[in-house]
């Protein structure tokens, strides 16, 4: 991971700096430079993620391992701008104005993101659960030939994994899902019955909660830092409350997330911003994305999730019309589409756990980051207002 | 199945020979040099062979006549029960050992078809076809047989009946600490102090009715051996996973977001705390190893698979019941959060070793992990909670003096919920181990140096006694805003009697020791004895002989003490009657006392000066003195004049 590398001789930089910078009693144009340094690392990585090496086609934008660069790219900007704020600096200096203001609700956009990967870690147990389905239908498909039987069972798997990707947002909230019964009553000459159980998608986020909701109130007082103000360490604090709001976003895009209506609502960073350009560019890309799926009700746009979407349509249809031993040119096809079904998984195979344990990084590191906040503040609350 | 085994291999064998005989045949036709009449021997020798073959060939479409005739059978079986209405498995027990036959029967075929060599013979493919197509039918039904059966055995316990839970602490100490100053607090009956459960019994029950289980299992292993493990899997989990979904909220627990939790009010907080705590116990000693054991027994001997299926049915509720930890953990660490944060810790610590034991795979380590950094973190919140006690107390001020002298709710709240502490011994200690303790006090600490016995010298009897002697100096700080230094030695003479009393009556007294009972007892007992001093010296001195050695004094100076006696009488008893001594003890004690120095000077008085009585200069007789005296600290004011005893 390059990026974690220069993250440490960026921080091994910055605490030698800060000695010295306290050492010389506040040399502001030190601190400015950081700045820079810090907002050239972000258009940076931003940059990266917006154009990923051709090469490699894994790494397609919301594909699972896309996400995963992306939560790299948080946890290190996240631990730079902590060092800029943090490290070696007298805690009155950031408990006062403005960023006794602007600290208190980064770390509520902070709390907020919390509830967000919560909901996104439940999300991907149904992307899971997918995988799961779609592997049933690749073992059934994936020999020669394809029998009636085998074509049946893929079928039915299929026609299960289009149901678990189709499941409302809302649904999940809705407490009736626990109360389904699984009945069994009417049981007619259907050879293919449709799945009567789909596996329940409990959320793991309270009853009303709504992640596009959620969003939008972490943009709350979200603006960027004007006069003087920007080019201080309201500055940071701005473009990390960006960043968090952005990659939770993303996050909530692609995977199946509680109540997204209205997501794409892009919050508005200032055009102007150089190390906003390629945030925006992303912005943009997720956001048409979006709104082209939004109407149909979907599982996310992650990209893996899409393929198998588009594969198992398919190959409902192709199972919905086979008849041994089948035309030889459909079962070229689906061959073909099978195959890459079976590629599918096996990413998600290899993604999806590494992506729901670095989520959960992202949580603990978010935690952590907001106790030594909290910590900070006090302090600085104490020195800089002395018991009486 | 004895018939297939024996028919197919003896063709097979045939075809090999015939085919291998062929085989030469032709390539020693292709040899040049070769005289006619062998060359023709050779060409009889191949159409004789080809006749063979096609012989055998027929003789094994024969042998495939009779696998066709099982298949057949078998295929009724499985397709007869597709247009019926009822369940397999509720039909009997025939009925289900029958279709699982048919089901056997087919496998076996398959099995049988599969192994043969010759892939070319059309009659098989043929057979293997309809009997992958029976097969998908029959596990398809399986599977729904499966998820009826799971669904309509399941067995529903009461978490109420659980043993252990009577013997949970059951005192619940919720008042928040911001409600001290204003309404006095009740006083609370003991927790529970019923020694602890053995909460290592294993709780385990059957999840799903024990008469069912060789039933699931055996149609796990059909549906296994059948390559049919991740449908079973899908719908195994499905079922259960909804069974837990529904436990989990007859254990009325509310999926809750983070920032709800931070909002959360102190009551419903308590409560869902509490929840937690309880939760936890139920679902990972109860519910949990018994799914555990459910999945075991369905699927043991399945490889990991058992685990794969634990952990997917329980990992949503297990992120449920992590995350309302880590929100509580992120909380601000209010003092009254302590005891439920101790609660919380316990009750974690006590089940690590469950959690690490059902956990115990290696795809399931973040589990384990999860709950063991979350143990860390619930400490430190219980830390901060205590340092946060410990400040709210010494930072408790009020503008106005308590009314009446009595004892002040800070002093209850703090006392009652300190009582509690020893509960918690060994896990304060734990925690407190490396906290220093600051004494505002540090002559306290010397005192302590020597004689102390283990319980009083443990972490959390330092911080005990800490969190007294600043509570004794908040004290003193609020009896400082009396006028009346009678009132403020009535205030602290209550104050640090309740203290005393508070500790010699529970198991507190074994952390602050002896020396401390007494040390109190000595400073209670001083302020009593000023208070005297300052309410009645200079009322008893009016009552002094100024010339001892005369019989009596002069009848106006007599009148005039007398007067002044009643007069500084009466203005006592109207203020002090409206003072507050709410121990009974207590109160008799100050006035038996107060009675002995007054009645006894009042007497001696009147009893110097028998001649000058009468009854205009004296307003009242040593019985009335006496009467009166009884009326003072009960906290209703009265005047001499509406006195009941008047």
């Known amino acids: 991971m390059p990026a974690t590398e220069y993250q440490g001789s960026f921080l091994g930089r910055i605490s030698i700096r800060r000695n010295q910078v306290i050492a010389m009693d506040g040399n502001h144009e030190q601190e400015l430079e950081d700045l820079e340094l810090f907002q050239r690392h972000v258009s940076d990585r931003f940059a990266d993620l917006l154009s990923p090496p051709d090469d490699v086609p894994a790494d397609a934008l919301l594909s699972i391992s896309w996400l995963r660069r992306l939560l790299d790219v948080f946890l290190c900007c996240e631990a730079e701008f902590k060092a800029i704020l943090l490290m070696g600096r007298d805690p009155s200096q950031i408990s006062k104005p403005p960023l006794d203001r602007l600290i208190p609700e980064l770390l509520d956009r902070a709390v907020k993101s919390l509830d967000l990967c919560n909901a996104v870690t439940s999300g991907l147990e149904s992307v899971r659960h997918c995988q799961k389905l779609a592997e049933i239908a690749v073992s059934a498909l994936d020999q020669n030939p394809i029998?009636?039987?085998?074509?049946?069972?893929?079928?039915?798997?299929?026609?299960?994994?289009?149901?678990?990707?189709?499941?409302?947002?809302?649904?999940?909230?809705?407490?009736?899902?626990?109360?389904?019964?699984?009945?069994?009553?009417?049981?007619?000459?259907n050879k293919d019955r449709t799945p009567e159980h789909l596996r329940s998608l409990s959320w793991q986020v309270a009853k009303n909660w709504s992640a596009a909701k959620q969003i939008q109130s972490m943009t709350n007082n979200l603006?960027?830092?004007?006069?003087?103000?920007?080019?201080?360490?309201?500055?940071?604090?701005?473009?990390?409350?960006?960043?968090?709001?952005?990659?939770?976003?993303?996050?909530?895009?692609?995977?199946?997330?509680?109540?997204r209506t209205g997501l794409a609502t892009h919050f508005p960073v200032p055009k102007q911003l150089n190390w906003a350009h390629s945030m925006i560019g992303l912005q943009e890309k997720i956001g048409d994305e979006w709104k082209k799926k939004e109407k149909k009700g979907m599982a996310g746009l992650l990209e893996e999730t899409q393929k198998m979407e588009k594969l198992g349509q398919s190959l409902i249809e192709f199972t919905d019309s086979f008849q041994f031993p089948g035309e030889t040119e459909k079962v070229k096809e689906a061959a073909a589409q099978v195959a890459e079904l079976a590629e599918t998984c096996r990413r998600m195979e290899e993604g999806l756990v590494p992506l729901q344990m670095q989520i959960r990084e992202v949580f603990h590191r978010i935690v952590r980051s907001r106790t030594e906040f909290l910590d900070v503040l006090e302090q600085g609350g104490k020195s800089s207002a002395p018991l009486v | 199945m004895d018939g297939f085994q024996s028919a197919i291999p003896a063709y097979e064998g045939d075809l090999h020979v015939v085919a291998a005989a062929h085989h030469i045949v032709k390539a020693l036709g292709t040899t040049k040099n070769l005289s006619d009449d062998l060359r023709k021997i050779l060409i009889d020798l191949d159409a004789h062979l080809s006749t063979i073959t096609s012989n055998i060939d027929n003789k094994g479409v024969r042998g495939f006549f009779d696998v066709e005739e099982r298949l057949k059978q078998a295929e009724k079986k499985i397709v007869s029960w597709e247009s019926d209405q009822k369940m397999i498995w509720d039909s009997g027990p025939r009925e289900a050992?029958?279709?699982?036959?048919?089901?056997?029967?087919?496998?076996?075929?398959?099995?049988?078809?599969?192994?043969?060599?010759?892939?070319?013979?059309?009659?098989?493919?043929?057979?293997?076809?309809?009997?992958?197509?029976?097969?998908?039918?029959?596990?398809?039904?399986?599977?729904?047989?499966?998820?009826?059966?799971?669904?309509?055995?399941?067995?529903?316990?009461?978490?109420?009946?659980?043993?252990?839970?009577?013997?949970?602490?059951?005192?619940?100490?919720?008042?928040?600490?911001?409600?001290?100053?204003?309404?006095?607090?009740?006083?609370?009956?003991?927790?529970?102090?019923?020694?602890?459960?053995?909460?290592?019994?294993?709780?385990?029950?059957?999840?799903?009715?024990?008469?069912?289980?060789?039933?699931?299992?055996?149609?796990?292993?059909?549906?296994?051996?059948?390559?049919?493990?991740?449908?079973?899997?899908?719908?195994?989990?499905?079922?259960?996973?909804?069974?837990?979904?529904?436990?989990?909220?007859?254990?009325?627990?509310?999926?809750?977001?983070?920032?709800?939790?931070?909002?959360?009010?102190?009551?419903?907080?308590?409560?869902?705390?509490?929840?937690?705590?309880?939760?936890?116990?139920?679902?990972?000693?109860?519910?949990?190893?018994?799914?555990?054991?459910?999945?075991?027994?369905?699927?043991?001997?399945?490889?990991?698979?058992?685990?794969?299926?634990?952990?997917?049915?329980?990992?949503?509720?297990?992120?449920?019941?992590?995350?309302?930890?880590?929100?509580?953990?992120?909380?601000?660490?209010?003092?009254?959060?302590?005891?439920?944060l101790l609660d919380m810790y316990e009750t974690l610590t006590d089940l690590l070793l469950d959690i690490d034991t059902l956990f115990s795979e290696e795809s399931c380590s973040f589990v384990r992990i999860e709950f063991h950094e979350l143990l860390g973190r619930l400490g430190d919140s219980a830390i901060a909670a205590f340092k946060a006690f410990g400040l709210a107390i010494s930072s408790s001020g009020s503008s106005h003096p308590f009314p009446g002298g009595g004892v002040h709710p800070l002093n209850k709240y703090v006392m009652n919920y300190i009582r509690m502490f020893p509960e918690y011994c060994s896990t304060l200690?734990?925690?407190?181990?490396?906290?220093?303790?600051?004494?505002?006090?540090?002559?306290?600490?010397?005192?302590?140096?020597?004689?102390?016995?283990?319980?009083?010298?443990?972490?959390?009897?330092?911080?005990?006694?800490?969190?007294?002697?600043?509570?004794?100096?908040?004290?003193?700080?609020?009896?400082?805003?009396?006028?009346?230094?009678?009132?403020?030695?009535?205030?602290?003479?209550?104050?640090?009697?309740?203290?005393?009393?508070?500790?010699?009556?529970?198991?507190?007294?074994?952390?602050?020791?002896?020396?401390?009972?007494?040390?109190?007892?000595?400073?209670?007992?001083?302020?009593?004895?000023?208070?005297?001093?300052?309410?009645?010296?200079?009322?008893?001195?009016?009552?002094?002989?100024?010339?001892?050695?005369?019989?009596?004094?002069?009848?106006?100076?007599?009148?005039?003490?007398?007067?002044?006696?009643?007069?500084?009488?009466?203005?006592?008893?109207?203020?002090?009657?409206?003072?507050?001594?709410?121990?009974?003890?207590?109160?008799?004690?100050?006035?038996?006392?107060?009675?002995?120095?007054?009645?006894?000077?009042?007497?001696?008085?009147?009893?110097?000066?028998?001649?000058?009585?009468?009854?205009?200069?004296?307003?009242?007789?040593?019985?009335?003195?006496?009467?009166?005296?009884?009326?003072?600290?009960?906290?209703?004011?009265?005047?001499?004049?509406?006195?009941?005893?008047?």
Request: glycine letters at 4%; charged letters at 25%.
């Open chain 1, 147 to 189: 029998g009636d039987g085998q074509a049946r069972r893929a079928k039915k798997a299929l026609v299960s994994l289009i149901s678990v990707m189709n499941h409302d947002d809302n649904e999940g909230a809705n407490t009736k899902s626990t109360e389904r019964s699984w009945s069994f009553g009417r049981r007619g000459g």
């Open chain 1, 223 to 259: 603006v960027a830092p004007r006069g003087a103000e920007a080019t201080g360490l309201a500055s940071p604090v701005y473009i990390m409350s960006v960043i968090m709001v952005f990659v939770m976003w993303a996050l909530a895009a692609a995977i199946p997330c509680q109540e």
């Open chain 2, 97 to 340: 050992s029958e279709y699982l036959e048919a089901v056997d029967e087919i496998q076996t075929l398959i099995d049988g078809l599969r192994g043969l060599s010759v892939n070319e013979n059309r009659k098989q493919k043929e057979l293997l076809h309809r009997a992958a197509s029976v097969l998908q039918m029959a596990m398809s039904r399986l599977e729904e047989e499966l998820i009826h059966m799971l669904v309509q055995h399941r067995q529903h316990f009461e978490p109420k009946h659980m043993s252990f839970r009577s013997t949970r602490r059951d005192v619940i100490y919720d008042e928040s600490f911001v409600s001290v100053e204003d309404e006095p607090a009740e006083e609370t009956s003991s927790r529970n102090c019923s020694s602890c459960s053995n909460d290592s019994d294993e709780f385990i029950v059957d999840l799903v009715h024990t008469q069912v289980i060789p039933d699931i299992k055996s149609i796990a292993k059909v549906m296994f051996t059948s390559d049919y493990g991740n449908e079973f899997c899908e719908a195994f989990i499905g079922v259960r996973k909804e069974a837990l979904d529904q436990y989990f909220a007859i254990l009325e627990m509310r999926k809750l977001s983070i920032e709800d939790v931070l909002k959360m009010e102190w009551t419903s907080m308590s409560r869902e705390m509490n929840k937690w705590t309880w939760s936890m116990k139920i679902i990972f000693r109860v519910y949990l190893a018994s799914e555990n054991r459910l999945c075991d027994q369905v699927l043991g001997n399945v490889g990991s698979i058992h685990s794969f299926c634990f952990l997917e049915i329980s990992k949503e509720t297990i992120l449920s019941l992590l995350n309302f930890g880590e929100a509580i953990a992120l909380g601000p660490h209010q003092p009254e959060k302590l005891l439920r």
């Open chain 2, 429 to 646: 200690n734990l925690l407190l181990k490396d906290q220093h303790a600051d004494f505002p006090n540090p002559v306290l600490e010397l005192d302590y140096g020597q004689n102390m016995s283990l319980s009083t010298s443990c972490p959390m009897a330092c911080h005990l006694r800490s969190i007294t002697s600043s509570l004794e100096s908040n004290l003193h700080k609020k009896s400082k805003l009396y006028k009346d230094e009678a009132l403020r030695h009535i205030f602290l003479t209550n104050n640090i009697h309740y203290l005393v009393q508070k500790v010699k009556g529970s198991e507190l007294r074994l952390f602050f020791g002896d020396e401390w009972i007494r040390k109190h007892n000595a400073k209670f007992q001083q302020h009593a004895m000023n208070y005297e001093r300052a309410t009645w010296s200079s009322v008893v001195s009016l009552l002094k002989d100024d010339n001892p050695g005369s019989s009596s004094m002069s009848k106006s100076t007599f009148k005039e003490r007398c007067k002044g006696f009643s007069i500084a009488f009466e203005e006592v008893y109207k203020s002090q009657t409206s003072w507050c001594i709410p121990d009974p003890q207590l109160r008799e004690d100050l006035r038996i006392s107060t009675s002995l120095k007054v009645v006894h000077a009042y007497r001696t008085f009147l009893g110097r000066n028998t001649t000058h009585i009468d009854d205009k200069c004296v307003k009242h007789t040593v019985e009335d003195v006496e009467k009166l005296l009884l009326d003072l600290f009960e906290g209703s004011p009265r005047s001499s004049r509406n006195s009941r005893r008047w």
